[in-house]
Nanobody, 117 residues
Framework: VQLVESGGGSEQAGRSLTLSCAAS????????MAWFRQASGKERQFVAR????????WYDDSVQGRFTISQDTSKTTVFLHIASLIPEDTAMYYC????????????WGQGTQVTVS
């Protein structure tokens, strides 16, 4: 499985941004996908998760209400919509996929940078 993120960039605070993660390869094995982020000098942080079955989403408390994770009908592209951007959202955003219902993620993308000023 390969994951490629896109949609990052520089944006002003208060505006919105949508990140995309396109999965390829043995995508039928993926049971859940997630977004993580890592700000400079900080540890990687879980942001949001979605089951490819569409049964549920989960968010870190720090982003609840502003972030929305979703997927397309083919279930091979996952999106992360970030509303009301704040400077603290500045980070490298990574997409991850897992072939298990829980535990560590097996596959990771290269990341897409989001900078909020």
């Amino acid at each position: 499985v390969q994951l490629v993120e896109s949609g990052g960039g520089s944006e002003q605070a208060g505006r919105s941004l949508t990140l995309s993660c396109a999965a390829s390869g043995y995508t039928s094995t993926i049971l859940r996908m997630a977004w993580f982020r890592q700000a400079s000098g900080k540890e990687r942080q879980f942001v949001a998760r979605i089951y490819t079955s569409g049964d549920g989403t989960w968010y870190d408390d720090s982003v609840q209400g502003r972030f929305t994770i979703s997927q397309d009908t083919s279930k091979t592209t996952v999106f992360l919509h970030i509303a009301s951007l704040i400077p603290e959202d500045t980070a490298m955003y990574y997409c991850a996929a897992s072939t298990a219902w829980q535990g560590d993620y097996d596959y990771w993308g290269q990341g897409t940078q989001v900078t909020v000023s």
